[in-house]
């Protein structure tokens, strides 16, 4: 977590960002979107501020969120889940993970992830004394290796730690890996957590909340956010389902990291999610026509990319372009081009970093005019 100086290192986003603003490059680098969401959402928080909702709410999350977020969880994967007691309102997706392994890891256990992993995933788990092991994803597809999967999930492993729709390679898990992942839960005897805060933004392939599955409800954290779904990256409304005696233990936890969380946005994120199936589907169409225009542009300019099937992001290898190092040339890629990304080696282990040492990941969550100048300026790197 520290720095070779004994400074706190900036997360690759914050280091990136920095960039884009020092430079006035077109930042794909982090991901979050540069256009409002839906006009209902902002209003509703707006009358929340004006209707007073401005001061602590309570720990759990606000009745009409959670409610909310019931009625969206049987609307979209016919799941019902007690709102009283199998759900808890978190300060974003990240503190749902942060409060989650806190509560479920002793010192020494071990959680299981893919591999390139959302960095937080490596952060929390060190703070919480785990121990890190990993699945790694190939190129093309991305998709994990059943027998590694196998091999990777032992009985000391206490937390299998899914992300579908996978940041950064955008892969989408299909049911037959999810069901061999419930399938090594209940062997080994350990809980799995999941991160799906891209559920609504696959493209022509369905997402399939892992907790959907025969057997699966009663040893898993289903992990989710509004600031995906809804564009509001800045408001941190996350959540967490699971069975009531986990919630209460990571509730345990929560009440001492944030106690509570964002309450004139509680009321809105609701709105959100109740709002006509139209929204969620137009919000992944649109997303994929943004996905297309980048890897057109991607591929114009050179690259090779796997064509992801959900979330933000795209990755590309650089290496046919004659740039093996994507962290040098991330570095340079705003002189170069005017473009901000990552390397994905920023979301992997060192000893792993060779294996993934030319490949960068684009975001793709801006307007189109944006990434057509962006597809534009790395079309002279060539
Ligand atoms: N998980 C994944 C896979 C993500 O990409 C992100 C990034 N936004 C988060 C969690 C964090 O979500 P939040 O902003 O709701 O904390
Ligand atoms: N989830 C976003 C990404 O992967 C940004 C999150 C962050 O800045 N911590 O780019």
Known sequence: LLADDGSIAATIFAEMSALASATGAINLGQGFPDE??????????????RDGVNQYPPGRGMPVLLEAIAAHQRRFYGQFVDPATEILVTAGATEALAATLLAL????????????????????????????????????????????LEA???????VILVNTP???????LPRE?????????????????????????????????IATLPGARERTVTISSGGKTFNTTGWKIGWLIAPPPLVTAILAVKQFLTYVNGAPFQPAIAVGLGLPDAFFTN??????????????????????????????????????????????????????????????????????????????????????????????????LA
Do not use: W
Not at 36 to 49: F, N, Q, S, T, Y
Not at 126 to 145: E, I, K, M, Y
Not at 152 to 158: G, K, L, S, W, Y
């Open 152 to 158: 990777a999930i032992t009985d000391t492993t206490r």
């Open 177 to 209: 890996t999810l069901a061999r992942i419930v399938e090594l839960a209940h062997r080994h005897d350990c809980l799995i957590v999941t991160d799906e805060v891209y559920e609504h933004l696959t493209f022509g392939v369905p997402h399939i909340p």
């Open 166 to 172: 996978h940041n950064p390679t955008g892969t989408v």
């Open 36 to 49: 409002d969401g839906p006009r209902e959402v902002l209003a509703a928080a707006e009358k929340a501020i």
């Open 283 to 380: 919000a992944a169409d649109d997303l994929r026509l943004k996905r297309d225009v980048l890897a057109g542009g991607l591929t114009q300019a050179g690259f090779s990319i796997t064509r992801p099937q959900g979330s933000y992001f795209i990755v590309a290898d650089a290496a046919p372009l004659g740039f093996t190092d994507a962290v040098a040339l991330c570095r340079r890629l705003p002189e170069l081009a005017g473009v901000v990304a990552v390397p994905i080696t920023a979301f992997c282990t060192p000893e792993h970093r060779p294996e993934y040492a030319s490949l960068v990941r684009f975001a793709y969550c801006k307007r189109v005019p944006v990434l057509e100048r962006a597809a534009m300026q790395l079309s002279t």
């Open 105 to 148: 890891l002793e010192p020494g256990d071990e959680v299981v992830t893919f591999e390139p992993y959302y960095d937080a995933y490596g952060a929390l788990i060190a703070l919480a004394g785990g121990v890190h092991r990993t699945v790694r994803l190939r190129s093309p597809d991305f998709q994990p290796d059943l027998d590694e």
